[in-house]
């Protein structure tokens, strides 16, 4: 097994039924493993995604720590529904999907509206027609990311 692989399996484990949240001191986690302290951020970094249902905090210093926070099911909802944009989205689709994640009360009334107008057609003027979708569905997903955290 990669030390990559223990050391995700080592924090999913630190995670309990009761528990969220998972604080870890990040040098004393690699010397229990036995490697250095860069591969856990690594570790942390690419799989503890906020795509793949995480939030990370850190404090650094002596006393510091990451905070590992698993998504709460609306955000499993959100995050699901950020997976399934694609590349692409018309402002049509967009804009039908804003409105059902507000209807079922995923998003609220202001960030409907706040999405709604960043997908608007009329922002796109300067970009060319062929990639007016791609910048459309990474702001979308940008903007989700950021209401989730």
């Known amino acids: 097994m990669k030390m990559s692989d223990l050391i995700a399996d080592m924090i999913l484990d630190m995670f309990d039924d009761n528990s969220s949240s998972v604080q870890i001191q990040r040098n004393d986690l690699a010397n229990r493993l036995g490697c250095v302290p860069s591969q856990i951020n690594y570790?942390?970094?690419?799989?503890?995604?906020?795509?793949?249902?995480?939030?990370?905090?850190?404090?650094?210093?002596?006393?510091?720590?990451?905070?590992?926070?698993?998504?709460?099911?609306?955000?499993n909802a959100?995050?699901?529904?950020?997976?399934?944009?694609?590349?692409?989205?018309d402002e049509r689709t967009a804009?039908?999907?804003i409105y059902n994640?507000?209807?079922?009360k995923?998003?609220?009334?202001?960030?409907?509206?706040?999405?709604?107008?960043?997908?608007?057609?009329?922002n796109f003027r300067d970009i060319p027609e062929d990639r007016i979708n791609s910048v459309r569905a990474r702001q979308l997903k940008q903007i989700l990311l950021a209401y989730i955290n």
């Open 43 to 75: 570790v942390i970094t690419s799989r503890f995604t906020p795509e793949a249902g995480y939030r990370i905090e850190s404090r650094r210093g002596g006393g510091g720590y990451i905070l590992i926070t698993r998504a709460d099911s609306k955000d």
């Open 78 to 89: 959100l995050l699901g529904f950020i997976n399934s944009i694609g590349d692409e989205i």
């Open 95 to 97: 804009r039908a999907n």
């Open 101 to 104: 994640l507000n209807y079922q």
């Open 106 to 122: 995923l998003i609220s009334d202001k960030a409907a509206a706040m999405m709604d107008a960043v997908v608007k057609q009329s």
